[in-house]
Antibody, heavy 121, light 107 residues
Framework: QVRLQESGPGLVKPSQTLSLTCIVS??????????WSWIRQSAGKGLEWIGR???????NYTPSLKSRVAISVDTSNNCFSLNLTSVTAADTAIYYC?????????????WGRGTLVTVSS | DIQMTQSPSSLSASVGDRVTITCRASQSVNTYLNWYQQKPGKAPDLLIYGASSLQIGVPSRFTGSGSGTDFTLTITSLQPEDFATFFCQQTYTTPRTFGQGTTVEIK
């Protein structure tokens, strides 16, 4: 079955760029009608939707992060990525990648296990 | 952004109890409302989508209802494995937004 796995550094220095990749296995990122999403969870702010991308590159970002975030898709390597620039301690969180079918009320029906990213010098 | 407010923030219940969690949206989301269950150290799992449709594999003791701005998640007979945190999420518009969560604890 399809699985998602986040990868990337667990520690990022303040003002630097957080970069994570979500590897999709067991199925093609291009098949079906899905949006591929990033969500984060911190103690202070609960679950926060960061943004999403389709296999064709259609993008949506949450306004509060839009100036710092970029999501991209790499269909040849079956993965999608998150870049968040100028990070601060407030960006410390567990970052999840997830799949959102166009059907099923556009819910997040499949999640990665999550990866903790700490912003600290 | 559409604000999602859950109540209560936490509750204590016993095995076999009927449990109800509510979620209110700051504006209508039609039935674009989903519920997730999260256990400690794990990612959230989809329980219900479209306000009332049960995700494949989810036990029938979980039911969802509502439309517009007011929604309910009910667990008809609480089981030991149901103790967790539950989140609602609206997918009517972007940015998608979540409720703050309701933690169901053992009484």
């Amino acid at each position: 079955q399809v699985r998602l796995q986040e990868s990337g550094p667990g520690l990022v220095k303040p003002s630097q760029t957080l970069s994570l990749t979500c590897i999709v296995s067991g199925g093609s990122i291009s098949s079906g009608s899905y949006y591929w999403s990033w969500i984060r969870q911190s103690a202070g702010k609960g679950l926060e939707w960061i943004g999403r991308i389709s296999a064709s590159g259609k993008l949506n970002y949450t306004p509060s992060l839009k100036s710092r975030v970029a999501i991209s898709v790499d269909t040849s390597n079956n993965c999608f990525s998150l870049n968040l620039t100028s990070v601060t301690a407030a960006d410390t969180a567990i970052y999840y990648c997830a799949r959102a079918p166009e059907s099923m009320s556009r819910s997040l029906d499949l999640w990665g296990r999550g990866t903790l990213v700490t912003v600290s010098s | 952004d559409i604000q999602m407010t859950q109540s209560p923030s936490s509750l204590s219940a016993s095995v076999g109890d009927r449990v109800t969690i509510t979620c209110r949206a700051s504006q209508s989301v039609n039935t674009y409302l989903n519920w997730y269950q999260q256990k400690p150290g794990k990612a959230p799992d989809l329980l219900i989508y479209g306000a009332s449709s049960l995700q494949i594999g989810v036990p029938s003791r979980f039911t969802g209802s509502g439309s517009g701005t007011d929604f309910t998640l009910t667990i008809t007979s609480l089981q030991p494995e149901d103790f967790a945190t539950f989140f609602c999420q609206q997918t009517y518009t972007t940015p998608r937004t979540f409720g703050q969560g309701t933690t169901v604890e053992i009484k």
